[in-house]
Structures are given as C-alpha cells and as structure tokens.
C-alpha cells in the first residue's frame, strides 16, 4: 500500500487513555487526526488532556512551542461516527469486549472509503475474530499500542487470518515513521508480550507460595541479579492484580488449560480481598506516605574468605570468578566438573535441580547452589540454596559472596532458585512463541525489550547462556515438578541438537 505519508487523514475512535495517547502520538507525526467517542464531551475533554501534558513537554524544554501547537491544530474532536468517513487509517480503542468492537468495525466498514485500513489496539482479541463480520476482513489489522502510549515504544502489528500482508506492511512502516519500534505477530492469544511474559510473574508466585522467599528479596533477586526494572511482586502491585490476574486466566482459558499459563491461587486470594496493588493501597506491598518499604532478608554478614579452588568451569557463571579475584579472593584452578571449593564446602551454579538431590547425585557433600544473574560483574545480589551444609560451610559460602560485594538470600532449596528458573521459562515461551509461527526470533526480542522494558531478550538470553544449559534446566525442573509446565520447547531441544542458536540459525527453518 502507498497511502502511508504525513499528509493522510486518521481517525481514532474510543477517547480514553489509550486512544488520547495514539492521537496524540499520530498528531505529533504529522497527522491530521479526528478523535471520536459515544460518550459527550469525551474527545474534547482527551484534547483538553494532551494539551496540557504537550505543555509540560514544552516546560521541560523537551517540545518546542512551536511544534506544540502544531499538534494541537491537527487534532480535532468529532460527534459523530460519520465524520472519520475521509479518514484513510482508523484506529479503535474501545473498551475490550468482542461484541462491541465488531459492531463498531461493521459500522465503520459501511461509512469509510474503500481503501480505508481499520485497526484495533486490542491486547487480547482475536484480530480474525474481529474482522469475520466484515465483507473485506482483509483491511482490517491488530495496532497494539502500550500504555503510555506517547512515551512506550514497542507497537505489536498483528495479522488476522484474513489481513492483506500489505496491510500489515503498510502498518509496521507507518508505526516505524512514528518514531516506535514494531513488530510484527500472528493473532494469537496475548499476540508477543502478554503470553511471553506470563512466567515472569508465575515462577515468582509460585515461590511464593512454596515460601521460598518473601516477596520484597524475591523483587529484589529480579532486579539486583537479574537486571529487570522492577520485581515481579511491585511489578503486578504497579499493573494492578486484578488486571494481571484477568490477563492470565484469559491467556490460560485460550490455551484450553495449559499448565504453563495456571492463574495463581495465592494472587487470586489477593484480587477476592481487594489487595489490587497501588490503586487500592495495598497488595504485596501497603502504600501510603508513611508506609516503610520492607527490606530483603539478606544474610547476616559473615568472616571473608580469601582463598578458593575452582575445580573446572563454572559455565555462564564464570565471570564470577573475575569478580572474586577483583576482591581479593586468591583462587588456585584445578581440572573438574565446575564447582568451587570454599574451604570445606562445594559452591556450584543452579541448573533445576534441588540442592539435597544434586549433592547426592554428583557425591557432593557441603553443596550450595547459586542462582544465575545478568551480569556477575555488577550485580549486586545473589541468591543461594543449601543442600546438606554443615554451619561451618555455611557461613563459608555467604563469606566468599560478600566478599565479592554482594548481598545475599539464602532461598529455601528450590529447583532453578529465583532468577534462572524465570528466565528459563520465558526462554522457554518465547521459543514456542517461535515454533507456532507467532512472530520471529528478532521480533519477540524487540517487544520484551521494548514494550516491557526487560535487559536482555530471552531468545538472545538463551544464545548467551547456550541452549544445551537452558535445556537442561528446563529438563530438571520438569523431573523436579513433574508437571508439564516445564516441558522443554520442542524448538528448543530440536535447535541444541543441532549446535544452533536463536539467532543465527537459517530462515529455512521457520519456513
């Protein structure tokens, strides 16, 4: 399609948050944009809205006067759904309800012109669900937008069965002009983000209940080790529990049940109390101004130990050895299977196992597992868990790790700990996400980095810790659980076979 240029009219029909924020963006772009809602008053009062966070751009010194209220003048409020009939793009953003939408997409495909593309910013509808009523599903496209709009970057384009590629073209190239990084999908429950990330709050809850963890040093692990912006626990607090509990069970309904999408019965007791999170003053966390927020429960300081022995290589943890001998830690290097030896006890990276097993599987006595973080040069927490451990290896373990400068949670003995056991199943996800033809290796990269902030995409995560290991680990806490939540990716196991990664892997093999 060509009708992608600055001078094309848009419409944005649904004047609440989201759709104030997508004129906005459009306008901003260079689009004349009409904004259209049933209720009275509604697209004037959304204007009213951007002009006023326009307004702050231009106090911050972020906007200049100038390109404000060019923007301004090309937003304009409409009464009547007939008004947008000229428009060449518009975009829906009502309210998430089947029904509605395709009344709404019936109607416009009966006022627009021919050549009109209608999209829908849903999060969660099927996009060929949408467009069967219609006579030409094939204009019709998923434009989903994260809130804020204006400010996230990440815009998923997602085909229907029936959209036109050069529909979907056409849209990923005007998202693109509009300074946001799209992606394209396949309508699937959650499109990219909202499947993929589900185990980046599920493992978490989990833990919770098995009370492996309290959820502040959890959050805590997430961000210190594992390099994300917020814990899962503030994370779900800040969404809202009841709308993070509505998208899981939607996801899970959709799949038919699949264990790996299993809504929480510790996060649904939380929704039935009330304890939404932020909005309602309290979930995991109670907020308020004179609210004290909870510390992690880090370890006890312990005597430093100076001397280790590395027995082999510690795998995609040893870069933790460079951090150890950065402080002072004199470490002497001998042919093994990769564990190290501080004095009488055995330190060794988590791969799913449960510490007690692993120790009498390898004859390991005085074990302690250790989880897997981003970056051990500059994380500044870790946590452990112990297998059989005398006192004295005890504090010998928690020594050495904050020596090396970090804070350390000792967790209950957990298959996978805190962090590595999240990252394994999002890696997990996204390469199913993959093998069902949802979207690309690269793309699912782009979306959880850029539509949730997340440091490393898990598919370029996986390259780096090598897919064998990942596999592993999925196979351990499979056997661990015995549930086939954890079952390894098949895609997953096919591209370890092979010595291949996500990312470099040949196209052939998606086709």
Not at 412 to 438: F, H, K, W
């Amino acid at each position: 399609m060509t009708w992608i240029t600055e001078d094309i009219l848009v419409a944005v029909v649904g004047a609440g948050a989201m759709g104030a924020g997508i004129a906005q963006v459009a306008a901003q772009a260079g689009h004349r944009v009409l904004l259209h809602d049933m209720r009275p008053e509604a697209a004037s009062q959304a204007i009213a809205s951007i002009a006023a966070q326009l307004e702050r751009q231009v106090a911050k010194g972020r906007l200049s006067a100038e390109a404000q209220n060019q923007a301004l003048s090309r937003l304009q409020a409409v009464t009547t759904l007939e008004q947008v009939a000229d428009a060449s793009l518009v975009i829906e953003a009502i309210v998430e309800d089947l029904a509605a939408k395709q009344g709404l997409f019936t109607e416009l495909e009966r006022i627009c012109k021919a050549g009109a593309v209608l999209a829908s910013n849903t999060s969660s509808i099927s996009i060929s669900a949408l467009a069967a009523p219609l006579r030409h599903p094939e204009r019709v496209a998923g434009l989903h937008f994260f809130n804020p709009a204006p400010v996230m970057a990440l815009v998923e384009v997602v085909s229907g069965l029936a959209t036109a590629p050069c529909v979907a073209e056409a849209l990923h190239a005007m998202a693109a002009r509009w300074g946001k990084k799209p992606v394209h999908a396949r309508s699937t429950p959650g499109f990219i983000v909202n499947r993929v990330a589900r185990p980046f709050y599920a493992e978490s809850l989990r833990l919770l209940q098995e009370g492996a963890a309290s959820c502040v040093t959890l959050d805590a692990l997430l961000r210190q080790a594992g390099g994300f912006p917020m814990g899962p626990c503030e994370l779900m607090d800040f969404i809202g529990h009841d709308v993070n509990y509505a998208v899981t069970c939607s996801v899970f309904s959709a799949f038919y049940g699949d264990p790996r999408f299993q809504p929480s019965m510790l996060q649904k007791e939380l929704v039935d109390a009330g304890r939404l999170g932020r909005k309602s003053g309290q979930g995991f966390y109670v907020y308020g101004d004179a609210t004290e927020v909870p510390a992690p429960g880090w370890a006890q300081a312990s005597e430093p130990q100076v001397e280790c022995v590395l027995e082999g290589h510690l795998g995609p943890a040893q870069p933790l050895v460079a951090r150890l001998r950065q402080q002072g830690v004199q470490i002497e290097e001998r042919p093994g299977a990769g564990v190290l030896r501080v004095g009488e006890a055995a330190l060794v990276l988590a791969d799913g196992r449960l510490a007690w097993e692993r120790a009498e599987a390898e004859g390991l006595a005085n074990l302690a597992t250790f989880d897997l973080a981003l970056d051990y040069s500059k994380a500044g927490a870790l946590g452990i868990s112990f297998g059989p451990m005398s006192e004295q290896g005890r504090m010998q373990i928690i020594g050495v790790l904050q020596q090396a400068g970090f804070d350390v949670a000792v967790l209950a003995d957990t298959p996978g700990l805190a962090v590595l056991r999240t990252i394994a199943m999002l890696i997990n996800e996204a390469a199913d996400t993959v093998l069902q033809g949802v979207a690309s290796a690269a793309d699912i990269d782009t979306a959880m980095r850029a539509g949730v902030n997340y440091p490393q995409g898990p598919l370029a995560w996986a390259d780096a810790l090598g897919l064998p290991f990942v596999l592993r680990v999925l196979e351990n806490l499979q056997k661990a659980y015995g549930e086939s939540r954890y079952r390894p990716s098949l895609l997953l196991r096919r591209l370890s076979a092979m010595g291949e990664r996500f990312h470099t892997v040949p196209s052939i093999l998606w086709e």
